[in-house]
């Protein structure tokens, strides 16, 4: 990654996944915020192919400003996001 290599090692729903068993230890989103945050991402990634696309997990980590939680499907939504042109 230091060098710019943000190609896929590991495949996106096993780490959207690993994302949700940390969340079910936790016990809810509020206790842990920034991982509901990153698998929302992941969650949106997957759900719109995002990732297969740009061979990388639909935006890279340092591309993140800031998002918000939909309540109904824990996908994440950039604040600013107008969409795909």
Same mark, same amino acid.
């Given at each position: 990654?230091?060098?710019?290599?943000f190609s896929l090692? !590991?495949?996106?729903?096993?780490?959207?996944?690993?994302f949700g068993y940390g969340l079910d230890v936790a016990g809810? +989103?509020?206790? /842990?915020?920034?991982? /509901?945050? /990153?698998r929302?991402? !992941?969650?949106t990634s997957i /759900? +719109?192919?995002w990732w297969r696309e740009h061979d990388r997990?639909?935006?890279?980590?340092h591309e993140i400003e800031f998002v918000t939680?939909?309540?109904?499907?824990?996908h994440a939504v950039p604040?600013? !996001?107008d969409g795909f042109a």
């Amino acid at each position: 990654m230091l060098a710019g290599d943000f190609s896929l090692q !590991f495949p996106v729903e096993l780490i959207e996944e690993d994302f949700g068993y940390g969340l079910d230890v936790a016990g809810s +989103n509020d206790v /842990a915020p920034t991982i /509901a945050a /990153a698998r929302g991402v !992941f969650r949106t990634s997957i /759900a +719109n192919g995002w990732w297969r696309e740009h061979d990388r997990p639909g935006v890279s980590i340092h591309e993140i400003e800031f998002v918000t939680l939909d309540q109904e499907d824990g996908h994440a939504v950039p604040e600013d !996001f107008d969409g795909f042109a």
